[in-house]
């Protein structure tokens, strides 16, 4: 495709493509994963929609594979179209939409947390309590020992006898046992509530890929990932995930293989939680 056609061009041949093989842009946003207000802004030439870089590329990779156009080639008719756009355009409003529900899932997360600490207080000071109490009964009493005093026996009657000597009797040192202590049960305790297990996420790629990770709210992975090298990421409440290409990540879940995020060259965001990551599993 040539680089001096004009920006309507591009948009008009992506449509053209699409009509003629009869699809609806519903269909290619279900197969995609990518929404219909971005795919009919890219076929209006407006690229404002898309994400920057290696991600707005991948996502006009996507929508020629759909249509049935050469991929490598679209992509050049894009950059040649949109030689600065298509490297600094941004997407602020999935950005925003994001944004709004680490917001609202961090409440609810606060909610509960706050929850947990007030039913684990008082059961941490009953178990305290208990635990004091079972090694106060378990230390044995110190030993007394008891020495009787030394007695002497009278003179005999006769003044003409000497008197015998007299002995010294001295009673053996007894040492009193401490009695074993009653055997008293401990009062019951409630059984603290489950506590959630924090998820350990380990990723791979079989060929170079941005990858994306927000964790817990902040973004702790943003590049490119080279073959043979591993991520291991852990989280608590939850991973906003975005790989640029579904099909080249490997990932696994706890130790636990995860199945495929998507197919060759489609961008996916995936939201991955303690609670929900056996859904990813491999069945």
């Known amino acids: 495709m040539s680089a001096d056609r004009t920006p309507g061009d591009f948009g008009s041949r992506l449509r053209d493509a699409r009509e003629r093989r009869g699809i609806t842009l519903r269909q ?3 197969a995609t994963k990518i929404s219909v207000g971005v795919l009919e802004a890219l076929e209006r030439n407006d690229i404002s929609r898309l994400p920057g870089g290696i991600f707005g590329r991948a996502f006009v990779r996507s929508y020629a ?4 156009l050469d991929p490598e080639a679209t992509i050049q008719d894009f950059m040649a179209t949109f030689p600065n756009d298509s490297v600094t355009a941004g997407h602020p409003t999935s950005e925003r939409n994001d944004d709004f529900e680490l917001l609202e899932s961090d409440r609810r997360r606060a909610g509960t947390y706050l929850s947990l600490v007030a039913i684990s207080i008082p059961i941490a000071g009953a178990m305290l309590w208990v635990g004091t109490g079972r090694r106060l009964r378990d230390t044995p009493a110190p030993s007394v020992a008891v020495t ?3 007695t002497r026996t009278q003179p005999a009657a006769e003044p003409t006898a000497p008197p015998p000597p007299a002995p010294s009797l001295s009673t053996p040192a007894v ?3 401490a009695a074993p202590p009653a055997d008293t049960p401990a ?10 297990g924090e998820l350990t996420v380990a990723l791979s790629v079989k060929r170079p890929c941005w990858v994306t990770a927000t964790i817990d709210g902040q973004k702790t992975l943003d590049r490119l990932l080279q073959v043979g090298e591993q991520q291991t990421i852990d989280v608590r409440r939850e991973m906003v995930l975005t790989v640029g290409d579904a099909s080249a990540v490997s990932m696994t879940l706890n130790g636990a293989a995860a199945r495929p995020l998507g197919k060759a060259g489609e961008v996916v965001t995936t939201h991955v939680t303690p609670n929900n990551f056996k859904d ?3 069945r």
């Open 148 to 150: 009787a005093a030394p």
């Open 65 to 68: 594979v759909e249509v049935g």
């Open 280 to 282: 990813y599993l491999v």
């Open 187 to 196: 009062p019951a305790v409630a059984a603290s509530p489950p506590v959630r």
């Open 28 to 30: 290619i946003a279900n």
């Open 175 to 177: 040492v009193p046992t």
